[in-house]
């Protein structure tokens, strides 16, 4: 299954529908797009972001636009708001393995971890 994502909406309770996510290979301070996608109607990709033969091991940022989602869900978030993008940083060391890197989040906090 190689890597994937998914958030969801921890204010509404529900898949964060309709983010838009940024995928970039990382070496030291260098980061390098890879794609942008908006996440579907279940808070996921439509693919993998990358299959088993296209995952390499190195280190990764997956970039979340979360003020963005939430302004368009309505909410009204002060400005400046709390959280803008969230960024997440990870190291893929078994490309064999499937990488699953969820996001949890609301305008004020949010919580990831190495699914399956």
């Given amino acids: 299954m190689g890597l ?3 958030v969801l ?3 509404h309770g529900c898949p964060a529908a309709g983010m838009e996510v940024a995928l970039y290979a990382t070496q030291g301070d260098q980061a390098t797009l ?3 996608l908006t ?3 279940d808070g996921r990709t439509d693919a993998p972001l990358f299959d088993n033969d296209s995952l390499r091991v190195g280190t990764y940022r997956l970039s979340f636009e979360v003020a963005q989602y939430f302004r368009a869900r309505g ?3 002060p400005e400046p708001n709390f959280l803008d993008r ?3 940083d990870f190291g893929v060391a078994h490309a064999e393995q499937h990488y699953h890197v969820p996001l949890l989040v609301s305008p ?3 919580s ?3 699914g399956s």
């Fill in 108 to 110: 004020w906090s949010y």
């Fill in 34 to 36: 890879v794609k942008r």
């Fill in 9 to 11: 909406d921890t204010m």
């Fill in 39 to 41: 996440l579907n109607h």
């Fill in 112 to 114: 990831t971890y190495r």
């Fill in 4 to 6: 994937s994502t998914h």
């Fill in 75 to 77: 909410v009204q978030l």
């Fill in 86 to 88: 969230v960024s997440l």
